[in-house]
């Protein structure tokens, strides 16, 4: 089992950055993939970016890709999603999410939540 916390959300302007992370406990983090998802108020739960066990495989959202970046540090047991030219559309509480499947898929493929943080990015 694992259990994750997530950090480095917070209120940026429009345009501006922020990194994420999430922070791992429990044994064997890198025989997890990890998935970023997020949720805006009023709205499913959307797959944002994931990353394969060894960081060779990562996916994104149509919505972030080229803006944003997984990555992961095995021997710290972290990872991270850099995120730039944020938008107010992707202001939601963003949620790091692991899965022992080597490639996982939708949020129901991932058994394992951090609570959450939230990002507000304002025009």
């Known amino acids: 089992q694992v259990q994750l916390v997530e950090s480095g959300g917070g209120l940026v302007q429009a345009g501006g950055s922020l990194r994420l992370s999430c922070a791992a406990s429990?044994?064997?983090?890198?025989?997890?993939?990890i998935g970023w998802f997020r949720q805006a108020p009023g709205k499913e739960r959307e797959f944002v970016a994931s990353?394969?066990?060894?960081?060779?495989?990562?996916y994104y959202a149509d919505s972030v890709k080229g803006r944003s970046t997984i990555s992961r540090d095995n021997a710290k047991n972290t990872a991270s999603l850099q995120m730039n030219s944020l938008k107010p559309e992707d202001t939601a509480v963003y949620y790091c999410?692991?899965?022992?499947?080597?490639?996982?898929?939708?949020?129901?493929?991932?058994?394992?939540w951090g609570q959450g943080t939230q990002v507000t990015v304002s025009s």
């Open positions: 990353i394969s066990w060894s960081g060779g495989t990562t």
């Open positions: 429990g044994r064997t983090f890198s025989s997890y993939s």
């Open positions: 999410a692991a899965s022992l499947l080597a490639v996982a898929g939708p949020s129901s493929t991932y058994p394992y």
